[in-house]
């Protein structure tokens, strides 16, 4: 019996990689760590899992998905264009920096990786200023007296957060952060006026999302396909679909075009005119969820489209789908309410719950 991918340190078929000279360079940390993280990607498309390439090479399956994912935003930053002391910077280190950056647009990495290495910021504030941009490209209109720089748009988040403290101390913490990464004159007046604007804004809070969790086993449903009534030919019988169970939420797939996944039937899917279904990672709603980043399955009501205040919406932002909430009307065509956000059970095998992220440029 041959070896599976998985279990075989053989080169590949002409064409292919060769995974000798692959795991040979990652076990020798030959080359950048950029290098490292498209020998992991080739080894993982040719057949090789993660932990088949931690057991040759040594390295383990989150420095793979670091590098694989900051690799990818790497060659991003590339396509836009940056300083020559920037590129080089990058190239030497700064995966985990540039692994921060894959929740931004293409267009807004290469502005936000020029202000981390100009300001000098940590992991944690490259972390927190991407989170701010992300906010920020989610407005339709820029807030008056600031910029589409990455600069003004940390610093906007941070004018606004002031607005709504009435401790004297922490005002002036924020107002200078704010000050540190304004970069208009306009943007900088703004934070400056706070100083003698004392004016409380209280934030209307965001809405909790209307999360569930699958707990039991009898909360996993399982969708057949119904070839139809008796009598029924053998041709029949023959035409219905393989239907392949896919991930941790079961969707269904098969050879046709589309697929399904069944729901448990709560109140709120019962109640639903028109729901369908699509999955994100958790990182990408509106309000973050406590926990680590995972895959959840968004359930949206496409007819209830009026904006109601408590709710989450699906709205089209320039041809693509987007989560949002807002405390007023917003001005971008709603398509649907959030209804459901499901979150996958929780499997007690703690390595089986380790699945990499992964982005497609």
């Known amino acids: 019996m041959s070896e599976t991918p998985e279990m075989s340190n053989e080169g590949e078929a002409p064409g292919g990689p060769d995974i000798e000279a692959l795991v040979r360079s990652l076990r020798r940390k030959e080359g950048t760590w950029v290098e490292w993280g498209q020998a992991c990607q080739q080894l993982q498309k040719a057949g090789r899992s993660a932990q088949w390439i931690f057991e040759e090479t040594g390295f383990e399956p989150i420095h793979q998905n670091q590098v694989m994912v900051a690799a990818q935003v790497y060659a991003s930053l590339l396509n836009q264009g940056i300083s020559a002391s920037t590129q080089a910077h990058y190239e030497r280190k700064g995966s985990d920096i540039l692994y921060e950056l894959r929740i931004l647009a293409q267009e807004d990495r290469a502005a936000v990786a020029e202000l981390v290495l100009e300001r000098g910021l940590d992991l944690d504030e490259a972390h927190e200023v991407a989170r701010a941009v992300k906010e920020f490209s989610r407005l339709v209109v820029i807030p008056e007296g600031f910029t589409a720089h990455p600069g003004d748009a940390v610093a906007y988040q941070i004018w606004k957060l002031t607005r709504q403290k009435s401790d004297l101390q922490e005002r002036s913490r924020l107002i200078a952060q704010g000050l540190k990464f304004a970069y208009s004159p306009a943007a900088r007046q703004k934070i400056e006026q706070l100083l ?166």
């Not at 990182?283 to 359930?299: I, Q, R, S």
């Not at 979150?343 to 380790?354: C, G, M, N, Q």
């Open 196 to 361: 003698t604007d004392f004016t409380v804004t209280p934030a209307r809070p965001a809405p909790l999302l209307p999360v569930y969790r699958l707990e039991t086993d009898d909360e996993m449903p399982r969708l057949l396909p119904v070839v139809g009534q008796m009598p029924l030919s053998v041709e029949d019988f023959k035409a219905v679909p393989l239907l392949e169970e896919v991930g941790p939420f079961q969707i269904v797939k098969f050879s046709g075009t589309g697929a399904w996944i069944a729901i448990p039937g709560w109140q709120a899917i019962l109640g639903a005119a028109d729901p369908v279904a699509f999955l994100c990672d958790s990182e990408h709603l509106p309000t973050p969820l406590p926990g680590n980043t995972e895959e959840v399955m968004v359930v949206v009501d496409r007819a209830q489209r009026d904006w109601d205040g408590n709710s989450y919406f699906v709205v089209d932002r320039s041809g693509q789908l987007d989560l949002q909430w807002s405390e007023e009307a917003p001005e971008l065509r709603i398509l649907g309410r959030v209804i459901v956000v499901m979150r996958p059970k929780k499997i007690l095998d703690e390595a089986a719950t380790k699945e990499l992220w992964q982005i497609d440029e």
